[in-house]
């Protein structure tokens, strides 16, 4: 089936500017969760969604950074007055937790191709 | 929180020989342990995982293994192939429902396999 899929594959922005990025978990994933990697920081978590709250959000660098999910499926992650330490590529990634007889599990995470973002 | 420190951070190997990559967690309730393969321009892809009920993990030539009174854990590739050359990052997580699932990850090993 299909994957996870991210919007745009590449997109450039003056400072100062704002972002929107999109994310398309795989149909059913109730979980999903942004990473940024970044040649200075590698890959780091920015925020966890479980159906439409976000229990996590301690990753997010500055108040400058929000994301949304609605509808338990499509995530946004907006970043406002971009500087140029934002450049990086943003991951999305998603998973399903199930509860089993063994209790509630949750499975691998699958990643998105990321968005490159290069803020000039 | 927890860390996770990674090693080598570059490794070329001759094609048929093989491959390790060691990582050291820090926090003890970490039960979850993926690793991932990311080609040049592509997102990370999930190629083993071990969970801490286990010491090893195998699957064709690839295998993890495990020590959590050490708290590493290695990635064993054998048989190397050219298509293996890629950057390869180990990661550790406490689960749902203990914690979130977010994974921190290991700065990543560029592994060059040459012909």
């Known amino acids: 089936g299909a994957g996870v899929s991210q919007s745009p594959s590449n997109k450039v922005t003056e400072k100062g500017k704002d972002v929107e990025l999109r994310c398309d978990p795989i149909s059913g994933h109730t979980a999903l969760y942004w990473y940024r990697q970044s040649l200075g920081q590698g890959l780091e978590f920015l925020i966890y969604f479980q159906g439409n709250s976000a229990p996590d959000k301690s990753g997010l660098p500055s108040d400058r950074f929000s994301a949304e999910r609605t509808g338990g499926s499509v995530s946004t992650l907006t970043i406002q007055r971009t500087q140029q330490e934002d450049s990086a590529v943003y991951l999305c990634?998603?998973?399903?937790?199930?509860?089993?007889?063994?209790?509630?599990?949750?499975?691998?995470?699958?990643f998105g191709p990321g968005t490159r973002l290069t803020v000039t | 929180g927890e860390n996770v420190e990674q090693h080598p951070s570059t490794l070329s190997v001759q094609e048929g020989d093989s491959a390790v990559i060691k990582c050291t967690y820090s926090d003890s309730a970490s039960n979850y342990f993926p690793w991932y393969k990311q080609e040049l321009g592509k997102g990370p892809q999930l190629i083993i995982d071990i969970r801490s009920n286990v010491g090893e993990k195998k699957d064709q030539r690839i295998a993890v293994t495990l020590n959590k009174t050490a708290k590493h854990f290695s990635l064993h590739i054998t048989e190397t192939q050219p298509e293996d050359s890629a950057v390869y990052f180990c990661a550790a997580t406490t689960l749902f429902p203990l914690g979130t699932d977010k994974l921190i990850f290991g700065t990543g090993t560029r592994l060059q396999v040459f012909p």
């Open positions: 990634a998603s998973s399903f937790i199930w509860v089993g007889t063994s209790g509630i599990r949750s499975d691998e995470q699958y």
